[in-house]
Structures are given as structure tokens and as C-alpha cells.
């Protein structure tokens, strides 16, 4: 049986929400948020085409710079942010998010590497490390059925830790990141100031090698 195979992109991208260098929650302001209550999350659509995925994502963080301008607030893609423990201890309390404890569903190709980017917490000295990443949803699916058709995970994984080596480095991010979707998976490595466009340009010629 002849496949009809298509091949997609999305991104998401975290941000913190900061006023006078301190971290705003974005739930209280009305902004899209990832699940642990502390990182503005944008979506771009999904598409086979580098340009829809682009300025889907380029409208959203256009919008919600202007909201946060609004409330007198900056939407900054600084893939760090320090905090004390007692920050992490009390955000966790408010949230109860300690339910999500056991639901780090993030994988890694390298086996030396034991820690991940789920929770956006790492500690670092006597500090605390909230982390802001750039996600790359990879998918491949039959037109005609709808049937997700695997892809080379650690393959492509491997090829995106390649091509931006220098900027997961020098944000401090562990590379070999990625976490099974319903679609195919993401690829969690890439820090949130990454070039977005070069993000893409990479990731659709990696996606139509493999």
C-alpha cells in the first residue's frame, strides 16, 4: 500500500514575564503558561512548510510583547533566570506542584546524562537555575489514514545536537533531550534565544534527510 507521508514542524517557546527583575506569574496576567506556572509558553501552528511554522510563532510573541508592555512588564528569551530555594519551595507550594513529581516523561540518547529540563529547576551552586528552552515537535504521518509513522528519533536528536552545540553549551542545557508525543516527539535540547529561523531552516532539512 502506497503511503502518502507528511512531514511536520511546530515550535514552542518559553519566556519569563519579568518587571524590575523580578518574575511574574503568568497565569495572574492572562498569558499562555507551561505547567509549572512560571514560563510564558508560545505556540506556532504546525506545518510542512518552514514560513506558516515561522510567523505563526513570530505573531504570537509579537502579542503577548505588547501585553506584557501593557502591564508595564518585559517578555524576555533569557534561558536562565536565578532564584533562592525558598522561591522554588513556596511556588511549588502554591501550585501543588508537586503532583507532577513523578511525571517526567523527558528521555535522553546519551546515557551519561541524568538530569532534564522537565521541571525548567536545576540547581546550581546555592542557587536555584529556572531554564527557558525552545521545543522542536517532529512529526510524520500517513495523509490519508492519519497513521503517525515512526521517526529515527536518536537520528535527528543527535543531527540537532550537532548543528547547535554551541548555543545549547552556552546556555548550560543537556543535550540528547527529547520526550515522546502522541504525534512523534519533541526535541528539548535548544535554550529559548536560539535563532528561531535558523532553528527551523536546520530542522526541516535535518527532518527531510532522514
Not at 39 to 61: G, N, Q
Amino acid at each position: 500500500m502506497e503511503i502518502n507521508e507528511v512531514r511536520e514542524i511546530g515550535i514552542e517557546k518559553e519566556m519569563f514575564l519579568i518587571k524590575d527583575d523580578i518574575i511574574k506569574e503568568p497565569k495572574l496576567f492572562g498569558f499562555p503558561r507551561d505547567e509549572f506556572e512560571f514560563l510564558v509558553e508560545l505556540r506556532s501552528l504546525p506545518s510542512d512548510r518552514l514560513y506558516p511554522v515561522l510567523t505563526t510563532l513570530h505573531h504570537e510573541e509579537l502579542q503577548y510583547k505588547l501585553r506584557a508592555n501593557k502591564f508595564g512588564m518585559d517578555l524576555i528569551d533569557s534561558p536562565n533566570k536565578y532564584v533562592k530555594k525558598d522561591w522554588v519551595d513556596n511556588h511549588w507550594e502554591k501550585y501543588n506542584l508537586h503532583r507532577f513529581d513523578d511525571c517526567d516523561y523527558t528521555r535522553n540518547i546519551y546515557d551519561n546524562i541524568h538530569q532534564s529540563h522537565h521541571f525548567g529547576v536545576l540547581e546550581d551552586g546555592d542557587d536555584m537555575r529556572l531554564t527557558a528552552g525552545i521545543h522542536v515537535h517532529f512529526s510524520s504521518r500517513d495523509a490519508k489514514t492519519g497513521e503517525v509513522i515512526q521517526l529515527p528519533i536518536e537520528e535527528i536528536v543527535g543531527m540537532m545536537d550537532e548543528s547547535f552545540s554551541f548555543e545549547i553549551d552556552d546556555a548550560k542545557r543537556n543535550k540528547g533531550e527529547w520526550e515522546p508525543k502522541a504525534h512523534g516527539f519533541e526535541y528539548r535540547s535548544l535554550p529559548c534565544n536560539a535563532n528561531v529561523l535558523r532553528v527551523l531552516k536546520k530542522s526541516f532539512e535535518i527532518l527531510r534527510s532522514v
